[in-house]
């Protein structure tokens, strides 16, 4: 990244030129901006959401970022203290395969992701750091459709799958997040949801699964696995005391429901979300979250295609923690995998025989944090475990990267309309763009934390 040194000599030289554009990975537009709109050589202004541009090296990419879900993320804040193979090409069979859906097939690489990469890593001066940093483009992320905008690179995605799997010989997994609930992240200080309950939003909903479907539809070759609606059916455990949870309590349900039985429709693998040990794990969470695990999945049929839950999306927990952190006091699930250990028994009682997948993406550094609930660029981050099938657990199908690491969690900019004062807390790397944005120097810390080192 370029020094303090070297920017504070170019505003000296050319102060005008300065004030005119922004810098590579400035902001450049969006609602409310009133800075430079234009961008240094090198770079480009691309429109990222409705309150961010950004200037971004080379030419513009597409404009189908996955989503941070940094507003989401507000919501396991809130709770987190609280105690209470076959041949490619061949049509995939609607009754599931037994085991693991990753077993036998290749995970197909994000070309957003690879893209957004590509570029972070041009930006490195230090050739050592820039060559790992360009090696995470090799690592398998999901997919965030927290948008009906995003859902037609869904199909560009999976034709592009198909083809890689008949000309390689090698059976392809697509890796995707649904995430566009009305009313979404119903506990969070901040949303950057689309739909509204009050707004037709269940009824849109539903259209924005049908378009899904009909985009998987057409690739039955191409496997899907998707992550269901991150800290959703968490803030029903523990936020129905937040007014717009206790509104959106029926719609979500209905809406999560109608999510499983047509993605099953099509054959699609999924794992709802759970929040993490932080939030679910305290153990007056636990009978109440299988509780209503179990009946979500019993609701939507018990389809084998409901393989379990997802814990830790975009957030920091270790797998499995050498020793407690200390922000964990008081919960004897201190990790993820004790609160999987803690929460598979309790499904299973309920009729639920749940498996699990859990995201590493960032949890290469522990210790870090001021509270659990701090979930907003935490400063120290790494990458962390690598996608892998090789659990330790029968109960754990994937370690996954679901949040795609680099892309900001949420503004420290106060006058933003997305801003949390979550990202403004001592333990959050500042200054942070918006939500879903690249964030090169979080993106730079990332890479130089890695553990295991990339």
Not at 54 to 64: D, E, H, I, K, W
Not at 74 to 93: K, L, Q
Not at 145 to 169: E, F
Not at 381 to 392: E, F, L, M, Q
Request: net charge negative.
């Amino acid at each position: 990244m370029k020094s303090a040194a070297f920017f504070a000599a170019l505003v000296s030289l050319l102060p005008a030129y300065v004030a005119a554009q922004a810098a590579e990975y400035g902001q450049c537009g969006g609602i409310g901006w009133s800075g430079a709109t234009t961008c240094v050589s090198g770079t480009t202004c691309q429109v990222l959401n409705d309150y961010y541009s950004q200037c971004l090296p080379g030419a513009a990419v597409p404009t189908s970022s996955s989503s941070s879900h940094s507003s989401s993320s507000s919501s396991v804040s809130s709770a987190s203290g609280t105690a209470t193979s076959s041949a490619p090409g061949s049509t995939s069979s609607s009754t599931p395969t037994a085991g693991n859906p990753w077993t036998g097939y290749e995970v197909y690489l994000s070309p957003y992701y690879a893209a957004e990469i590509a570029a972070g890593a041009a930006a490195i001066t230090d050739s050592t750091l820039a060559a790992k940093a360009a090696s995470v483009a090799q690592i398998p992320t999901f997919t965030w459709l927290d948008s009906v905008s995003k859902i037609p690179d869904l199909g560009t995605y999976l034709s592009d799958a198909s083809a890689l799997g008949k000309s390689t010989g090698t059976k392809q997994l697509l890796q995707i997040v649904i995430y566009d609930l009305p009313d979404r992240d119903c506990a969070a200080k901040a949303s950057n949801g689309e739909f509204s309950i009050a707004d037709n939003g269940e009824a849109n909903y539903k259209g924005y699964i049908d378009q899904i479907v009909a985009q998987i539809k057409q690739f039955p070759d191409v496997r899907v696995v998707a992550v269901i609606e991150p800290d959703s059916l968490a803030n029903l455990v523990t936020n129905l005391s937040v007014q717009k949870c206790a509104n959106a309590q029926t719609t979500y349900l209905a809406c999560v429901n109608y999510a499983l039985i047509q993605l099953a429709s099509v054959g699609v693998y999924m794992y709802m979300d759970a929040g993490h040990a932080g939030w679910l794990g305290w153990p007056a969470n636990l009978t109440p979250a299988a509780q209503l695990f179990a009946q979500v999945y019993s609701n939507a049929g018990k389809s084998s295609f409901i393989k379990g839950l997802a814990t830790n999306v975009a957030n920091y927990n270790a797998l499995v923690a050498a020793s407690p952190d200390p922000i964990t006091q008081g919960n004897p699930n201190y990790d993820e995998s004790l609160y999987i250990n803690a929460l598979a028994p309790a499904l299973q009682s309920q009729g639920f025989p749940a498996t699990f997948i859990v995201d590493q993406g960032r949890s290469g550094q522990q210790n870090l944090r001021q509270q659990w609930g701090d979930w907003c660029n935490i400063k120290g981050a790494g990458y962390g475990t690598r996608p892998t099938t090789n659990t330790g657990s029968s109960l754990i199908d994937s370690i996954v990267w679901v949040k795609p690491g680099g892309e900001c969690d949420g503004t420290s900019n106060s006058s933003s309309p997305r801003y949390d004062s979550t990202c403004s807390l001592s333990d959050a790397l500042q200054p942070a763009p918006e939500a879903g944005t690249w964030f090169q120097a979080y993106f730079e810390t990332l890479v130089s934390a890695a553990n295991p080192p990339l």
